[in-house]
């Protein structure tokens, strides 16, 4: 009896230590998400290319590989944190340039503003997923709900996904218009230097068993 309570276990122990491995909490320290966004308007030379990096995040994503179907992320911003332009950010993104901190501070001001992202009300952003398909090896389709200032959209991007270990790794790029989510792009100069309506989310995740 003692043996088959023994072996029982041992089963229970392996089952939960699977069950644990497939949920994973996204590491900040590790992870980057940042906005791409371009200059427009008949004075565009006069302006530049900015990129802005989510400095407080958090999230969960729900991974076994022996059942992919069942995969599932979700992604928690604090919209308060966003930082403009840090020439670190500018340099690995290869952005060409450098705005000065004036303008860097006006570009923070304004997208923080009521006319933007109105964080002062809406101060989350947020992705949930709805469904992820497997394509081949490494490479998914993920379909979700991204919510910007109060406003959800669907939106279905690919992602290239791996395990290292245990530690689970996932990059993808997503392209949205700001006017879907209900504000308009940056301006300034009476329209003449502004940013493009379109803009790139580029996704590198990393993540950690519970």
């Not at 991007?157 to 700001?178: H, K, N, S, W, Y």
């Amino acid at each position: 009896m003692s043996r088959i309570i023994l072996i029982g276990l041992v089963y229970l122990g392996a089952f939960a230590n699977a069950a644990q491995a497939a949920t994973f909490t996204i590491d900040q320290s590790r992870s980057t998400l940042v906005v791409q966004l371009f200059r427009d308007g008949v004075a565009a030379r006069l302006g530049h290319d900015h990129v802005v990096r989510a400095t407080r995040f958090s999230g969960l994503v729900s991974f076994d590989p022996t059942a992919p179907q069942s995969a599932s992320i979700r992604v928690d911003v604090d919209a308060a944190a966003l930082k403009a332009d840090e020439p670190s950010t500018r340099s690995r993104f290869s952005v060409s340039g450098a705005p000065t901190a004036s303008d860097i501070a006006e570009i923070e001001t304004s997208m923080k503003s009521e006319r933007q992202l109105y964080v002062s009300k809406f101060p989350r952003i947020t992705f949930a997923s709805d469904r992820i398909t497997r394509e081949a090896s490494g490479r998914w389709q993920v379909a979700g709900q991204l919510t910007i200032r109060g406003v959800t959209r669907a939106v279905r991007f690919p992602a290239t996904v791996r395990m290292e270990g245990d530690v689970f790794r996932a990059t993808a790029t997503i392209e949205f218009l700001q006017t879907s989510f209900g504000y308009q792009p940056y301006r300034a100069a009476l329209g003449a230097i502004k940013n493009k309506d379109a803009v790139i989310l580029h996704v590198d995740l990393t993540a950690t068993p519970q």
